[in-house]
Nanobody, 124 residues
Framework: QVQLVESGGGLAQPGGSLRLSCAAS????????MGWYRQTPGKQRELIAA???????????SVKGRFTISRDFSRDNTKSTSYLQMNSLKPEDTAVYYC??????????????WGQGTQVTVSS
């Protein structure tokens, strides 16, 4: 099992920056990909950034060039943290941001887990 805990949301001015963190614990060695999604009221949750174990990342067009996803590992590989650096923020980036991880469960099947979500508000 993998557990995710997010932190780092809040209020930022247009053009400002925020960094979100997603701390993974448990069977972090089984994680194959981590990603960040966001959701606004009445809309579907959308994938905005993802990173694989090999370090390959991809981004939604709406955040490309402004957001950067990264991931680090503890020395004993029992913990892993994903970061979402958000620069040049716009009011339309206002949303609840969710961290997600895809991993292989103990049964060998692919499973996903979500963080609790963190509010990001961009406003002057």
């Amino acid at each position: 099992q993998v557990q995710l805990v997010e932190s780092g949301g809040g209020l930022a001015q247009p053009g400002g920056s925020l960094r979100l963190s997603c701390a993974a614990s448990g069977s972090t060695f089984s994680i194959i990909t981590m990603g960040w999604y966001r959701q606004t009221p009445g809309k579907q949750r959308e994938l905005i950034a993802a990173i694989t174990n090999a370090g390959t990342s991809n981004y939604a067009d709406s955040v490309k060039g402004r957001f950067t996803i990264s991931r680090d590992f503890s020395r004993d590989n029992t913990k892993s943290t994903s970061y979402l650096q958000m620069n040049s923020l716009k009011p339309e980036d206002t949303a609840v941001y969710y961290c997600n991880a895809g991993y292989f469960s103990s049964s060998g099947s692919l499973a996903t887990v979500w963080g609790q979500g963190t509010q990001v508000t961009v406003s002057s």
